[in-house]
């Protein structure tokens, strides 16, 4: 599950790419949206744009990408479903106890004007 919040004034439209490893099984079906805003209200969104590309046992990733409209003063919560692959023997990490690392999602935005940008600090032009 990823939490995306826009504690904004402006909706944003937000890109969301998730690569999930070949091992986990992943289904579009129960794909999950939802949006709950600053007055309470919660429901189900539909992305912008959706892009799926299946994963290929031991050799390419699943790749998912949406493309979202965050309303201002919200909360969205993405949940996408999968299965754990059985795998063979020597496709386990050295150190299975330790279990498998599966990356983060990344989600990048365009920011709509100067006054919303962050204050990561303040860089002298030369």
């Known amino acids: 599950m990823t939490t995306i919040k826009n504690s904004g004034i402006k909706d944003l439209k937000v890109v969301f790419l998730d690569i999930i490893p070949w091992f ?18 919660t429901s189900l969104d539909k992305p912008l744009m959706t892009k799926f590309t299946p994963g290929i046992g031991q050799k390419q990733p699943y790749s998912i990408e949406l493309v979202l409209d965050i309303p201002a003063q919200s909360t969205v919560r993405i949940s996408i479903g999968f299965e754990h692959s ?24 365009l920011i709509p004007t100067k006054e919303d940008s962050s204050n990561l600090g303040k860089f002298d032009k030369q």
Do not use: C, M, Q
């Open 24 to 41: 986990l099984s992943v289904d579009l079906h129960p794909l999950t949206i939802e949006t709950t805003r600053s007055s309470g209200v």
């Open 86 to 109: 059985i795998l063979k023997w020597h496709e386990y990490p050295p150190d299975a106890n330790k279990g498998f690392y599966i990356g983060s999602a990344l989600i990048s935005t």
